[in-house]
């Protein structure tokens, strides 16, 4: 993996990106995040495509691109573009055009107000176009973690949500994977930070081909999110016990 050097000043707003194989929609999301945010630092993290988007990111003289020479996971991706970049503000989104680079600025602006903001699909009045299960299993899974971390999300699986350098410094992600999803929340809500959302709208993909696999990554969501519950007790069991 090549991790490009820092620039000299550093930058007020980072979009990350984590990619594999959306050279058919590469190009639009580009343009779309340059036009909605044209100073922000743009990173790419691409995830061993084969079809060409790493290429295309490479002629880019703008993008800051990072080339896993194998397939990571989401999850590395998304850790990786997070400890190359020193922004103040982060955005993070997909490059499947399914949330909308327009709403980067929206992002980044509510970040002046809580330093963690997820973007959810099910706060528009308008149900989100996806499947019933699928809508129902988010909405479930949401609720779950609610419960056992005290916040108050409404799409904890969303593909678009940023965090100021305050909350982006509390992170230690390890999961490679979609889990990561749940470690990322976990770490937060730990951490002292309450997850607040806007609404965000959500286009399904028509290019392309989704990377997720959503019965996998439910039952490795309940294992995940038992295992950070339990995490959590126990430290904070031990701090009880050192204090006194």
Same mark, same amino acid.
């Given at each position: 993996?090549?991790?490009?050097?820092?620039?000299?000043?550093?930058? $007020?707003?980072?979009?990350?990106?984590?990619?594999?194989?959306?050279?058919?929609?590469?190009?639009?999301?580009?343009?779309? %995040?340059?036009?909605?945010?044209?100073?922000?630092?743009?990173?790419?993290?691409?995830?061993?495509?084969?079809?060409? +988007?790493? $290429?295309? !990111?490479?002629?880019?003289?703008?993008?800051?691109?990072?080339?896993?020479?194998?397939?990571?996971?989401?999850?590395?991706?998304?850790?990786?573009? =997070?400890?190359?970049? +020193?922004?103040? #503000?982060?955005?993070?989104?997909?490059?499947?055009?399914?949330?909308?680079?327009?709403?980067?600025?929206?992002? %980044?602006?509510?970040?002046?107000?809580?330093?963690?903001?997820?973007?959810?699909?099910?706060?528009?009045?308008?149900?989100?176009?996806?499947?019933?299960?699928?809508?129902?299993?988010?909405?479930? =899974?949401?609720?779950?973690?609610?419960? !056992?971390?005290?916040?108050?999300?409404?799409?904890?699986?969303?593909?678009?949500?940023? /965090?100021?350098?305050?909350?982006?410094?509390?992170?230690?992600?390890?999961?490679?994977?979609? *889990?990561?999803?749940? *470690?990322?929340?976990?770490? !937060?809500?730990?951490?002292?930070?309450?997850?607040?959302?806007?609404?965000?709208?959500?286009?399904?993909?028509?290019?392309?081909?989704? #990377?997720?696999?959503?019965?996998?990554?439910? /039952?490795?969501?309940?294992?995940?999110?038992?295992?950070?519950?339990?995490?959590?007790?126990?430290?904070?069991?031990?701090?009880?016990?050192?204090?006194?």
């Amino acid at each position: 993996m090549q991790i490009p050097s820092r620039k000299d000043r550093l930058p $007020e707003v980072a979009v990350v990106t984590p990619v594999l194989n959306e050279r058919q929609s590469i190009a639009e999301f580009c343009r779309r %995040v340059r036009a909605a945010s044209p100073d922000a630092e743009l990173i790419c993290v691409d995830n061993a495509s084969t079809d060409g +988007t790493a $290429e295309f !990111l490479a002629a880019s003289p703008a993008i800051r691109l990072i080339r896993h020479e194998r397939n990571l996971g989401y999850g590395a991706s998304i850790r990786d573009g =997070l400890a190359a970049t +020193t922004a103040r #503000k982060v955005v993070i989104i997909d490059a499947d055009l399914e949330y909308p680079p327009e709403a980067i600025p929206d992002f %980044v602006s509510a970040l002046d107000r809580t330093p963690v903001v997820y973007g959810s699909r099910f706060l528009p009045s308008k149900p989100p176009e996806m499947p019933l299960l699928r809508r129902t299993g988010n909405r479930a =899974l949401s609720a779950l973690f609610n419960l !056992l971390f005290r916040q108050r999300t409404t799409d904890l699986y969303t593909g678009m949500k940023a /965090l100021h350098r305050d909350a982006v410094d509390v992170l230690d992600l390890k999961q490679d994977g979609f *889990e990561h999803v749940v *470690e990322m929340g976990a770490q !937060l809500a730990r951490s002292g930070f309450r997850i607040r959302e806007i609404p965000v709208t959500y286009a399904p993909r028509t290019r392309g081909v989704s #990377k997720m696999r959503h019965i996998p990554e439910t /039952l490795k969501y309940l294992r995940f999110v038992v295992r950070y519950r339990l995490v959590t007790d126990h430290r904070r069991n031990r701090c009880v016990r050192e204090g006194q």
